[in-house]
């Protein structure tokens, strides 16, 4: 499939996991990246990893930083002339799982800059090109998290439920001018924001228990969200907006209360 051909897509936290999945999957397609993150070292891994040919540039910025966005994305029109695919993939969990009588109002805040703050703040610049295009399309990666409790810490939880409201709230608000705007809520996927998780489950010798809460009894693959992202990125989806995707193989399918799959 050449489903992005003569298409600009611009991939936040595109330096490893999910983000890099997909920048290697909307190139394959025939897209032109920008890809963006704060690991300079991840950019230059994920464009090594790009098939050969392709056209991609890098910047690293802040998402929670408005002028940092807003420059990322006027350089993006400045060097390719259009921008077609926001992908607001950039993530952090903070590794903080304290209830809510510890929690920290500085852990909350870094939390929900990068992952609320960061979405809103290239939606609303991402828009205003697509507007005077046409169009375009908005994917934003939240998390069965922000569906039900058990999968990451409060603030976490908290951030990606917004991720999935604000991603219904924007549809609503961008439909009119032909920009849809979609999420995709992973569940158990391998990346380097759960690797702890995958670390400690491998050295106590519990990875056959990684993902055997889901309907699939299996975890994740970054290809398999990127797959998701890329279809709700392209004209295969051109009926779908204010959507949230679970991609977690059927994780919230069911009650999934402890004890309750073997």
């Known amino acids: 499939m050449q489903r992005f051909i003569n298409k600009v897509a611009l991939i936040t936290g595109a330096g490893s996991g999910i983000g890099r999945a997909t920048a290697v999957r909307l190139a394959a397609e025939g897209a ?6 704060r690991n300079e070292d991840g950019l230059r891994q994920t464009l090594e990893q790009l098939p050969a040919g392709s056209d991609a540039r890098s910047m690293l910025v802040d998402v929670a ?3 940092a966005v807003q420059d990322c994305v006027e350089q993006t029109i400045a060097a390719f002339g259009q921008l077609d695919v926001l992908c607001n993939n950039a993530g952090i969990a903070g590794g903080d799982y304290s209830t809510v009588q510890d929690q920290s109002l500085e852990t ?5 800059g990068v992952n609320l703050y960061g979405v809103m703040l290239f939606s609303k610049y991402a828009s205003r090109q697509m507007e005077k295009q046409g169009g375009g399309a908005i994917v934003n990666t939240a998390s069965v998290a922000g569906i039900r409790s058990g999968a990451g810490g409060n603030a976490y939880s908290a951030s990606k439920a917004g991720v999935i409201n ?6 609503c608000d961008l439909g009119g001018l032909n920009i849809r705007v979609n999420a995709v809520c992973p569940g158990l996927v391998e990346t380097g924001m759960t690797k702890p998780v995958f670390d400690y489950a491998r050295a106590n010798n519990k990875e056959a228990k990684l993902g055997a809460r889901c309907e699939l009894r299996r975890f994740g693959r970054p290809e398999e969200i990127a797959a998701a992202i890329a279809f709700l990125a392209s004209d295969d989806a051109s009926y779908i907006t204010g959507q949230a995707l679970a991609v977690d193989g059927g994780n919230t399918a069911s009650l999934n209360l402890p004890g309750m799959k073997v």
Do not use: P
């Open 65 to 67: 930083d408005e002028a």
């Open 166 to 171: 604000f991603t219904m709230t924007s549809a």
């Open 108 to 112: 909350w805040q870094k939390i929900i």
């Open 32 to 37: 032109r990246l920008m890809l963006v993150d």
